[in-house]
Structures are given as structure tokens and as C-alpha cells.
């Protein structure tokens, strides 16, 4: 008993760990800064579209022992692309190269001095950060000891220190809301994480972890995986809600320039962290972010070489997606931070929802028989998904889909997606003539 519960412990640290990444860091803040006295709201609506989803994802994958080709199967040919549109988004497209970025941003830039557009710094520094995550990844056996018992614990102590302090300081909260949709803004900033995304690959990693320890397929293996989902969900609940709260309390003082966007989200972190420790606060930050950025770095390239690695039926080995994954990204990271989530925000509004409805049918596979009530629901959630990101992107003649119910609050998809289901489950379709 006393074994099941320190491997579920270890588990849990390392999942909450590969999640609590770039994105974890700075999205909070900020959005504590913007909702004020309604960040409660905020942060409730970003945990759930976040580490909500997250681990929903973790339960779904454990009836397909973390292998995405099966989740993704009702889809056929077009399920394969997806579960390797999402490899790409979490891996070497944005994920990967966000974290080298936010860590050159956060905790070198700071203390070194170097001037806003320090290109050659940031080159040399990439190369360094994806060196060590390639030495710390390659040995695909180790990635979970590493995480979970070496890097993790570092992270949290930090973490509950800064937290703490701030917690401890006279600060008092916004009692002015700066934004009109501070429940809308949490799932968009939930989303911009990437972590429902993340969990896909994840939960192979952490469910082959728990075989390897010698638990049974199966009931056994099931319940260490719950333990450990529910641990890093309580770790990140009480993270994301005390960064949120520094953000709404501390943050207060630039609002104005989180406002006009002279002050951008590794910015406000950088000057809470000033306000509550000092300048020798920089260098605590600078060990957060490079534990936090550097574990789910680690996570996610050993994810996604898995992934390869499997769904090439182990042609495209293991090793060599682990060196390809670390160039691209390091290439990648040399875009900085704000260009890299400009990019993001509109492809991830755009597949997001695909994933949340792939997620949430999962858990009712046995009961939806029928592969067209997967494809209509999909369809219609893409195209309301493409209907508003280009509404966002200026395209007046798309505003419609700010009418239709739940725009409120950024889920406008979900009645849509709802009727179509049900159109899907109760019309048949169409047989082909003999």
C-alpha cells in the first residue's frame, strides 16, 4: 500500500510537472490583472479549460491504454491527421519552442541585462536549453524519474514561496473588473496553455510508466492512474489560483499597461515577482521558470517521440524524433514569445473545441455506434470554430456566431455541436448503390 502510494505520489508530480509549462506560468497573471475582483470567475473558468479538461483527458485515454490512434479511430484517415495536427501544435510547432522562449525571457533576460531584441543571446541561449532537454529525454526509460522526483519537487517549493509571500504582503484586490468577459477570457487563456492537447500524449507516457512498475492492466493500473491524475489536479488548483490571485492583487499597479499591451504576460510576472521579493526575487523567478519550462519540455518531446515511434509501427524511431523535435524547436524558439503566441491564439480557437467534443465522446464510444454522428458532430464544430476565429480576425460578415447561445462565455460551438450529435445518432446515412 505504502508503494502504491508513493508511485501514484511520483506520478502525480511528474504529470503535474509535463503540464505546468510556459503557458501555466504566464497566462494567470495576467488574466488575475484584467478580472480584478471577478477573478475567482476567471481563474474557475481557466482551471476547468485547462487542468479540468486535462485530466478529463488522462480518464478518457485510460480505456485506450494512452494510445491516440484508438481514441482518434471513429475518424479513420482524417483521425490520423488530427492526432498528428495535435502532435505538432504540443510538440515542435508551439509548445516545445514556447517554453525555450519563455525561459530566455523570464529568467535570463532579467538578470543578464540584455536589450529587448537581444537576437544573438536568445540564438545561444536556445541552442544550450534544447541541448539539455535532448540529454534529459533520450533515455526514454528515465524521463519519469527525472520529472517526478527530482525536478518537480524543486518546482513546487519555489512555487509555494513565491505564492506565500504574496499571500502574506498587504495587497489589496482590484475592485474594478477591467474586462467585461472575464469567464470568456479564462477559457481562452485555458486554451492557449495547451494542456488538453498535451494530455493526449501524456497519458501514454504516464499509463506505460505505471505498467512498467509492474501494475496489472487493467483495475490496478486504472486506480494508480486516477491517484495520480487527482494529485497533479490538486497541485495545479492551488498554483493556478494563487498566480491568479497575485495577478488581481499585486498586478493591480499595471493594469493600465496590460491594458494598452506596453506591459505583455512575461512582463507583469517579471514585476509581481519585484514587488513581492525584491530584486533577488528575479532570481528565484528565473529558477521557476526554467524548472517549469525545462520539465514539460522534457514531457512533451518524449510524448511526441512516443507518438512517432507508435504510430509509424516503430519505423521512425524513438531517438530520432527526439533530435528532429529539439532542432525544429530550437529553431522555432528564436521567434520570441509574443510572435509566438500572436500565432497560436487563432489555431488554437480553431481546433480546441474539435478536441474538447473528440474528448467528451470518448467517454461514450460503446453507446455511439454509429462513425456519422462522430463526423457531423465534428464538422459543424470545426466549421462554427473557423467561423469565429475569422470574425476575430476582422471578418465582419462572420459576426453571426456572436449571437448563437454560450458566446458569452467563448463556447458558442457547443449547442451546434449538441444538434448535431443528435441529428447524427437518429438520421442514417445515405448507403451507397450496390
Known amino acids: 500500500m505504502r508503494e502504491k502510494r508513493t508511485d501514484s505520489m511520483f506520478i502525480g508530480f511528474a504529470l503535474f510537472a509535463m503540464f505546468f509549462g510556459a503557458g501555466n506560468l504566464i497566462f494567470p497573471p495576467q488574466l488575475g490583472v484584467l478580472s480584478g475582483a471577478s477573478w475567482l470567475s476567471a481563474f474557475i473558468s481557466y482551471f476547468i479549460a485547462d487542468a479540468g479538461l486535462a485530466i478529463l483527458c488522462v480518464f478518457a485515454m485510460i480505456n485506450y491504454e494512452g494510445h491516440v490512434r484508438e481514441i482518434v479511430k471513429p475518424f479513420k484517415a482524417?483521425?490520423?491527421l488530427l492526432a498528428i495536427l495535435i502532435a505538432l501544435c504540443i510538440g515542435p510547432c508551439i509548445a516545445i519552442p514556447r517554453t525555450g522562449t519563455t525561459s530566455f525571457e523570464l529568467?535570463?533576460?532579467p538578470i543578464c541585462g540584455f536589450e529587448e531584441n537581444a537576437t544573438?543571446?536568445?540564438a545561444i541561449f536556445s541552442v544550450v536549453f534544447f541541448v539539455i532537454v535532448f540529454a534529459l529525454t533520450i533515455r526514454e526509460s528515465a524521463v519519469i524519474d527525472i520529472v517526478g522526483k527530482i525536478l518537480t519537487p524543486l518546482l513546487l517549493i519555489f512555487l509555494f514561496i513565491l505564492i506565500v509571500m504574496g499571500l502574506c504582503g498587504d495587497w489589496s484586490v482590484l475592485t474594478v473588473t477591467s474586462?467585461?468577459?472575464p469567464v470568456k477570457d479564462g477559457v481562452l487563456n485555458g486554451y492557449q496553455t495547451l494542456d488538453a492537447m498535451a494530455a493526449y500524449m501524456f497519458a501514454d507516457i504516464i499509463i506505460l510508466s505505471v505498467f512498467d512498475r509492474g501494475y496489472k492492466k487493467g483495475k490496478e493500473a486504472n486506480k494508480i492512474t486516477i491517484?495520480?491524475?487527482?494529485?497533479?489536479?490538486?497541485?495545479?488548483f492551488v498554483v493556478y489560483g494563487g498566480l491568479t490571485y497575485l495577478g488581481a492583487s499585486v498586478g493591480g499597479k499595471w493594469l493600465e499597461g496590460v491594458k494598452d499591451g506596453s506591459v505583455d504576460q512575461a512582463q507583469i510576472l517579471v514585476n509581481i515577482v519585484k514587488e513581492i521579493m525584491g530584486e533577488s526575487g528575479v532570481y528565484v523567478l528565473a529558477i521557476v521558470v526554467l524548472l517549469a519550462c525545462l520539465t514539460t519540455a522534457i514531457g512533451l518531446t518524449s510524448a511526441i517521440a512516443q507518438f512517432f515511434d507508435e504510430i509509424s509501427s516503430d519505423k521512425i524511431k524513438y531517438k530520432y524524433v527526439v533530435i528532429a523535435v529539439c532542432v525544429v524547436s530550437a529553431f522555432l524558439c528564436n521567434l520570441g514569445l509574443a510572435e509566438i503566441i500572436s500565432i497560436a491564439a487563432p489555431i488554437l480557437s480553431f481546433a480546441y473545441p474539435l478536441i474538447i467534443i473528440l474528448l467528451l465522446m470518448a467517454f461514450f464510444e460503446d453507446k455511439l455506434t454509429k462513425t456519422w454522428a462522430y463526423w457531423t458532430t465534428g464538422l459543424v464544430t470545426l466549421i462554427i470554430s473557423a467561423c469565429t476565429v475569422l470574425c476575430d480576425l476582422g471578418l465582419e460578415s462572420m459576426s453571426w456566431v456572436y449571437e448563437l447561445?454560450?458566446?458569452n462565455i467563448g463556447i458558442n460551438w457547443v449547442i451546434p455541436a449538441v444538434v448535431a450529435l443528435v441529428i447524427g445518432i437518429i438520421?442514417?446515412?445515405k448507403q451507397k448503390e450496390a
Open 78 to 80: 482524417a483521425g490520423t
Open 107 to 109: 529568467a535570463l533576460q
Open 120 to 122: 544573438l543571446a536568445l
Open 179 to 181: 474586462t467585461e468577459t
Open 227 to 236: 491517484r495520480a491524475s487527482i494529485i497533479s489536479c490538486v497541485l495545479l
Open 405 to 407: 447561445p454560450l458566446a
Open 427 to 429: 438520421v442514417p446515412r
